[in-house]
């Protein structure tokens, strides 16, 4: 039996406070494969390809790593205590520096919160449900004060990669000081996200970078994800792609950065502006590695397995109707969660759950016919009033359903208009509604990486509806952060 690292729940971790006061500046994610004892690798793969088809196989196959060496490694960098890193109750054995370790089910994915002094690092240890392998993912993301520390450890991290025999030695500024570290270009196909940001330098046939390269690689370094070979080493490697040019002799390429591929030339240095934007990158790319990690722990299994739309969409093909309704809820599901995302936080995230919701749940819900003002028009949709409510409770210019329920006064002045008979014709036949409830069973979800406590519904009906259409969701007031999850159909509330 593999060995676990003692923990608390994820449940108590501290979620509220870091989000109003943590401020990642950095972030860095390693990946690495978990050697498992011979013959397991192929039972688990079995295992997880039969697991929708096998009623036997009532139980999902789960990878427990020992990570012990990786926290033995840290240690032994920083002169803690290992011993107390495993036990992860705050204590390393170094004054003035902390280690909170949160896990789930007493297991995997774990959330560290680490206080090295003054500065503020969060690390997830994650295992990816690949169907292929079994996969390490360690994410790290620090504060301005942390940044040093990060620095201090990344290349420790690093060691769980594969990376190439040939590594560079640089040196990273920590503090005051200056640290020679060895860095290397990852292995072919290790890298995290596919679609994510690169950094590629060109090393000449003597494999020395020029000065200004040299320098800007210690920047780099430990950041988004690196390759420095020659020219003729990356065409290798990418040999099946096609149109593809690798960087020149001392050329410097970022591939999918800012939407595009910025090249600089062997003289051409890059802008702090754009160094900045690295840096910022790569605290998206540790968030999105957390946020998939909690997802699978905790987000997907909510409302049991996530739900297996995909025969269903296919089924549906010829429906007009759901497919309509599916592409509404993509439209606005993408309109709360990734607007403004590449230039300031993203407060407002979706459970796995919400964008493969069930056709049922989503039919009925498009605008009817009504008469408003005298006039023949169309009711609100749904969807949408669900959507846009969901988007002013991040809004700070808006106010929310929650706050218009709060908002009352001391003492309720009440009247009455004395109106002609036409009046009546006025009148809204399709009134719209919305109210938001407490759970009551509240229950945990993941927002950004980090476990949060769902405890409120968010309801929406018209006149005419048989039942409302629901949201479950978690706020903060203070900074706006909602997380929002399981889509449902429920009774119309009653007054």
Not at 214 to 240: D, G, N
Not at 259 to 287: H, M, N, Q, W
């Amino acid at each position: 039996m593999t060995p676990h690292i003692h923990s608390y729940s994820l449940q108590a971790f501290p979620t509220e406070k870091i989000l109003k006061e943590f401020k990642p500046v950095r972030g860095f994610v390693a990946r690495g494969a978990i050697e498992l004892p011979p013959g397991q690798e192929e039972l688990l793969r079995i295992a997880k390809r039969n697991r929708k088809d096998d009623e036997l196989g009532w139980q999902d196959p789960t990878v427990l790593p020992d990570v012990r060496p990786l926290f033995d490694a840290i240690a032994e960098r920083l002169g803690y205590d290992p011993a107390l890193l495993a036990e992860g109750k705050g204590d390393t054995g170094k004054p003035g520096h902390d280690w909170f370790t949160y896990g789930h089910n007493g297991g995997f994915p774990l959330l560290i919160r680490w206080k090295p002094g003054q500065g503020n690092l969060l690390l997830s240890i994650a295992v990816t449900p690949s169907q292929h392998d079994s996969v390490l993912i360690v994410s790290v993301l620090a504060d301005e004060a942390g940044r040093d520390t990060l620095l201090q450890v990344a290349d420790v991290l690093q060691g769980i990669e594969v990376t190439s025999d040939q590594p560079e030695t640089i040196d990273i500024t920590v503090g005051d000081t200056l640290q020679k570290v060895k860095i290397a270009s990852l292995g072919q196909g290790t890298t995290w996200f596919v679609d994510c940001p690169q950094i590629l330098f060109g090393l000449p046939e003597n494999r020395q970078l020029n000065a200004l390269r040299r320098r800007e690689l210690e920047r780099l370094a430990f950041s988004l994800p690196l390759t420095i070979k020659t020219p003729e080493e990356i065409q290798k490697e990418r040999s099946h792609w096609t149109d593809f040019r690798p960087p020149g002799p001392n050329e410097l390429r970022i591939e999918r950065f800012l939407e595009t591929t910025l090249v600089f030339g062997p003289d051409e240095p890059l802008s702090e502006s754009i160094i900045k934007e690295v840096y910022r990158e790569s605290c998206d790319l540790a968030g999105s590695a957390m946020s998939f990690a909690m997802d699978e722990a905790l987000g997907a299994k909510n409302c049991g397995e996530v739900r297996a739309s995909q025969q269903l969409i296919w089924k549906e093909k010829m429906d007009v109707e759901a497919t309509e309704r599916r592409n509404k809820l993509h439209r606005e599901a993408n309109g709360v969660e990734y607007s403004g995302r590449k230039r300031e936080i993203r407060r407002v995230s979706l459970g796995a759950d919400v964008r493969v919701t069930p056709s049922d749940i989503l039919r009925d819900t498009r605008p009817v016919a009504k008469m408003s003002g005298g006039d023949l028009d169309t009711s609100v949709d749904l969807l949408e009033n669900l959507f846009r409510e969901i988007a002013r409770l991040s809004d700070a210019n808006c106010v929310s359903v929650i706050e218009n329920q709060r908002q009352k006064p001391k003492l309720s002045i009440k009247g009455e208009a004395i109106l002609p008979p036409l009046a009546k014709q006025y009148e809204d036949t399709v009134i719209e509604y919305r109210r938001v409830e407490d759970l009551k069973s509240p229950y945990a979800s993941a927002h950004r990486g980090l476990p949060v406590r769902v405890d409120k519904r968010l309801i929406v009906w018209r006149d005419g509806d048989t039942q409302a259409l629901a949201a479950d969701f978690f706020h903060l007031p203070a900074t706006k952060d909602t997380h929002v999850t399981n889509l449902q159909r429920v009774p119309i509330p009653k007054s």
